[in-house]
């Protein structure tokens, strides 16, 4: 008469013993954190508690470091050059976020807070080029082109500043953007190199819808990690290509064209 045959066990293999180890600490986590239990809802508690400090501690690091850098319009150091970030563009006029970029830079060269423009954002496609649109908006209002320098591989904050430093040459710069970026606009800029100060559009909450200003500066809080990312290694930028001497060319011109009144 035949036997019964027992059912196999699972070898004693390492993937054995690593599926059986794995299913008991599954098991032991989901006990430890029941929320059906006293201790398990302490647990949790405790655990959301530490979660939630740690993903605000890269923006409160890195607002603790680009705020002192950040300065109203009237008090903000001469420096040569003011930096304005690209915000957008609609088919070749600016969006309200980067116009309000765009007269607060118009706001400090015709203060004499900086001589030389440097414009930098997106172009990654020939039909979109935020470039081309700032420069055409500071020429409509009456700023020389041969004192606004075109950066076109600005991609992000950190490529930005770190082709400023080291194709464009920029060693002091006034960064121009709204108030919710700035002070990341500052740290980065600090950490490419550059001697930067930042002044903040107090315009911004006008400038387009209240859940599109408090959206942006949610985004802060999840762009401060690649922001300490960045910073602490550096990466090259998408194109960095030669040095350019555009910047140093306009500050040769800009006495010229210096704005008066």
Not at 43 to 52: C, E, G, P
Request: net charge positive; hydrophobic share 40%.
């Amino acid at each position: 008469m035949l036997g019964i045959m027992p059912r196999p066990r699972s070898p004693r293999t390492g993937l054995g013993v690593f599926r059986r180890g794995f299913s008991r600490g599954i098991r032991a986590f989901t006990r430890a954190f029941s929320l059906r239990t006293l201790p398990g809802r302490r647990r949790s508690f405790q655990a959301l508690s530490v979660a939630t400090i740690l993903f605000f501690v890269p923006i409160v690091y890195v607002r603790a470091v680009g705020d002192p850098y950040v300065y109203s319009a009237a008090d903000v150091p001469v420096e040569p050059v003011g930096i304005v970030f690209g915000a957008g563009v609609q088919g070749d006029q600016p969006t309200n976020y980067l116009v309000g970029r765009l007269d607060l830079a118009l706001e400090l060269w015709r203060a004499g807070k900086f001589k030389v423009f440097l414009v930098t954002g997106d172009n990654s496609t020939p039909t979109y080029n935020e470039p081309k649109a700032m420069r055409d908006y500071l020429e409509a209002h009456g700023v020389p082109s041969d004192v606004i320098v075109l950066d076109y591989a600005g991609f992000d904050t950190w490529q930005s500043c770190d082709r400023a430093k080291r194709v464009f040459g920029v060693d002091h710069a006034i960064l121009i953007s709204q108030s919710f970026h700035v002070p990341r606009a500052a740290y980065l800029c600090r950490a490419a190199g550059i001697d930067a100060y930042g002044v903040g559009d107090p315009n911004g909450w006008n400038e387009g819808p209240s859940t599109e200003w408090i959206k942006d500066n949610l985004r802060e809080v999840a762009a401060s990690f690649n922001a300490v990312y960045q910073a602490t290694i550096k990466p090259d930028p998408m194109f960095l290509g030669p040095q350019d001497d555009g910047v140093a060319s306009a500050l040769r011109s800009s006495a010229a064209n210096a704005p008066t009144g």
